[in-house]
């Protein structure tokens, strides 16, 4: 049976494993370190594809999930978590380096495909996933088809305008809704709540309000800490008003929230979901709109990878 090698490019992190056509993990894993620089990338990549290789059989396909803007090219136009790597044809240096057929996609936009294959959204013909860690991805499945838009750059959540006079974003603009919605922006509520003289608790667990980040928020809310409780409501506003958006865009049947802060469960989930229905357009009117947790945790990049692989190696 034929098999496909997937890699999940992070920011502190390269995961590669293997995986049959129906998905089932095969071999053995490898992962290692993010290097910096195109270069010491492409080193480390081709290292744990053939790591993975060695145990996994006859694999045919390679498929590779990085951060940023990727084209249907396979190039990386810029990868905003990846330092000193911009404009690299990942797929023509990949295929050349290894003789197998290549395909590349944006790392949310694989994790969604895995979602919709083998996780939460499994069987949904139109869905969409957002991962909420220290910024906000995403993807999107319409008609049960990844959407990669005209130059392949689609599903860039992360990157909507929330707020026009907001705070600073990497990307160079202002009030972009990863600034409030991602594991950083839940990190700065907490720390606006603390500077203001509310979240007691969270400077107490942090030793100083400039110190206050997003696992003290979850520890004290664990505790039933209400100061704490609050900072997750208001991050719940906001995380809903970028679902409530893109539900308003797309009517998806199905909407799947992964990425880290997916880990402290109900505590992200509850806020969500209260907010959402009174969020989006015509709550009282529309069919329900499950927002569900992702079920492939930190591996959902590179099965997607390799499910996106097999689908482009033909």
Known sequence: MAHSVGVDVGGTKVLALAVDESGRRVG????????????ALLDTIV???TEVRASAGDVTAIGLGVPGLVDRSGRLAIGPNLPGVVDLPFRDELHSRLGLPVSVDNDATCATWAEVKLGAARGATEAFMVTLGTGIGGGVVMSGKLQRGHNGF??????M???PVGPPC????????????????????????????????????AGHPESVRGEHVARAAQEGDAEALEVFRQFGWWAALGIANL?????????????????????????IRHAFRELVLASEHRPEVPIVPALLGSDAGAI???????????
């Open 28 to 39: 053995n894993e490898a992962r290692r370190p993010t290097p910096q620089g195109a270069d």
């Open 47 to 49: 290292g744990v594809i």
């Open 304 to 314: 997607g990878a390799a499910l996106v692989g097999f689908d482009r190696s033909d």
């Open 247 to 271: 539900v308003n865009l797309l009517d998806p049947e199905i909407v799947v929230v992964g990425g880290g802060l997916v880990e402290a469960g109900e505590l992200v989930l509850t806020p």
């Open 170 to 205: 990497p990307c160079g603009r202002r009030g972009c809704w990863e600034r409030y919605a991602s594991g950083s922006g839940l990190g700065r509520l907490a720390r606006d709540a603390a500077e203001s003289g509310q979240g007691h608790r969270l400077v107490e667990l």
């Open 154 to 159: 689609a599903a860039e959540p992360g990157h």
């Open 161 to 163: 305008v929330v707020d």
